[in-house]
């Protein structure tokens, strides 16, 4: 099945030690490339992912950006 819509698994998690390849910051977003994966925090992906998502080659393979709002938080 091929759609142009991203889709998310499950399958691939985000782990504190994952890093934002832009910021360093902690990633919430994980898109795959041909050249491998790159991770962005939720600020660099609102910030890349629509430029990122317009090369059908490009797939996001985790989003956890709703971790913000679910009281991450301290
Ligand atoms: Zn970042």
């Known amino acids: 099945m091929s759609t142009a819509t991203a889709e998310t698994t499950d399958e691939f998690t985000l782990l504190n030690a994952d890093r934002c390849d832009r910021c360093g910051a902690p990633a919430l977003v994980a898109t795959a490339h041909l050249a491998g994966v790159l991770m962005f925090c939720a600020h660099h992906a609102n910030e890349h992912l ?19 709002s679910d009281g991450v938080r301290s």
Request: proline share 5%; net charge neutral.
């Open 50 to 68: 629509p430029a990122l998502l317009a090369d059908d080659r490009v797939t996001v393979i985790a989003d956890q950006r709703h971790r913000l």
